[in-house]
């Protein structure tokens, strides 16, 4: 059986603790048409697992980046009330099993949207990096060193839980074992540690020495 011993465990938000996919599908593909945006420039984009502010600079001019990013921030929170966030399988269950000073949320999203989305599930990590918080987002690997940091946690002994290949190697980057959950990427697209299909495949056992993670029998 795999066991990953840690202190600390760091997760993305959108793909890996809850399903924003089709919300994030239908939000950008509204904005897409807004700002006139080519169905063949918004397929070559990935929109997973990076800041919006990323995405819209491969997209747009320079002029135009504060206010598209502000609109399709808007499009997302207003989403939310109407299907816009539903929690994976195992996630309540992994999350209930883990002291607050023992994990974090590392999300692309801006805080605003990564609040309303956490906030809707009824999921309130005590430690929240998001994009407003660092100057470089994934696949740079500060945003998890940052919360690594706030925890208090020696990087080499955290734990990334990622759906998507720029936040596995933000990851690798920072350091930390990565955790891949094949929610949004098809498990050959994943480069990580560990790749399973949801937090509902790991059980969580916390010790004096910290966490161990294993994949349920």
Request: glycine fraction near 10%.
């Given at each position: 059986m795999t066991t990953i011993h840690a202190q600390a465990l760091l997760f993305d938000n959108?793909?890996?603790l809850v399903s924003t996919?089709?919300?994030v599908q239908r939000c950008w593909t509204a904005w897409a048409r807004e700002y006139?945006?080519?169905?063949?420039d918004f397929a070559r984009v990935e929109l997973h697992g990076r800041p919006a502010v990323e995405?819209?600079?491969?997209?747009l001019p320079a002029r135009l980046i504060a206010e598209a990013v502000a609109r399709v921030e808007q499009l997302e929170v207003d989403d939310v009330p109407h299907g816009g966030v539903e929690l994976l399988p195992g996630t309540r269950d992994f999350l209930d099993t883990l002291p607050a000073d023992r994990w974090a949320v590392v999300t692309s999203a801006t805080r605003r949207l990564g609040e309303a989305?956490?906030?809707?599930?009824?999921?309130r990590p005590k430690t929240l990096?998001?994009?407003d918080d660092v100057t470089r987002g994934k696949p740079d690997p500060e945003p998890y060193l940052l919360a690594a940091r706030e925890l208090g946690v020696d990087p080499a002994?955290?734990?990334v839980f990622e759906d998507a290949p720029a936040g596995l190697q933000a990851g690798r980057a920072a350091g930390m074992t990565t955790v891949a959950l094949a929610t949004t990427h098809q498990a050959r697209e994943l480069d990580a540690d560990l790749v399973v299909n949801d937090l509902s495949a790991l059980s969580a056992l916390v010790t004096a020495g910290g966490v161990e993670i294993s994949v349920r029998g």
């Open positions: 959108d793909g890996t996919l089709a919300s006139g945006v080519t169905a063949e995405i819209v600079a491969d997209l989305r956490l906030e809707a599930v009824g999921i990096v998001t994009a002994r955290c734990v």
